[in-house]
């Protein structure tokens, strides 16, 4: 599916200091849990598009291209084979999250899932398999949608192919 061309209004709360920093602690309160019970607690998101239909939830690890510090991000994600696809989205805000520049810069890294630790090298989907993925992933979390609909950048899906130990 491809961008949306103009992007519709973004719902002006979302983008409020209250808001980020509200999510900045959910999303650290998620990876403590989610890490104490491998998985069993934050491992699925249930907002939004996933009240009705859960999504799985990994964690990713990042390194940060300037501080060189280790960030751990919970996020949606969807398996394709032994890859594993995730969303640049931010919920549609207009620029590209931390995580994935983050990724961009310093592409091998590791993800959870549950109890299991995968190594993973990071990489930018292609045209047509971006093409062939945002089904996939629309159908995974209709919410996709929405963020795209809300930005006029592109958003990035991001492949998490395995790599050995």
Do not use: C
């Amino acid at each position: 599916m491809p961008e949306a061309s103009g992007a519709t209004r973004r719902p002006p709360g979302l983008d409020s200091p209250t808001v980020k920093k509200l999510l900045k602690r959910v999303s650290r309160s998620q990876v403590w849990l989610y890490r104490r019970t491998n998985g069993r607690v934050g491992g699925t998101w249930r907002v939004g598009a996933g009240f009705r239909k859960p999504v799985p939830v990994l964690l990713l690890d990042h390194l940060g291209r300037r501080s060189g510090r280790l960030f751990t991000t919970p996020l949606l994600y969807l398996e394709d084979g032994s890859d594993v696809v995730v969303v640049a989205s931010q919920g549609g805000m207009a620029a590209h999250p931390q995580w994935y520049r983050n990724l961009v810069a310093s592409p091998d890294t590791q993800v959870q899932i549950g109890p299991e630790l995968r190594l993973v090298t990071a990489r930018v989907a292609e045209p047509a398999e971006r093409e062939r993925l945002w089904p996939l992933l629309d159908e995974l979390y209709a919410d996709f949608a929405d963020y795209r609909s809300w930005t006029d950048r592109e958003i990035p899906v991001v492949v998490l192919e395995p790599r050995a130990r």
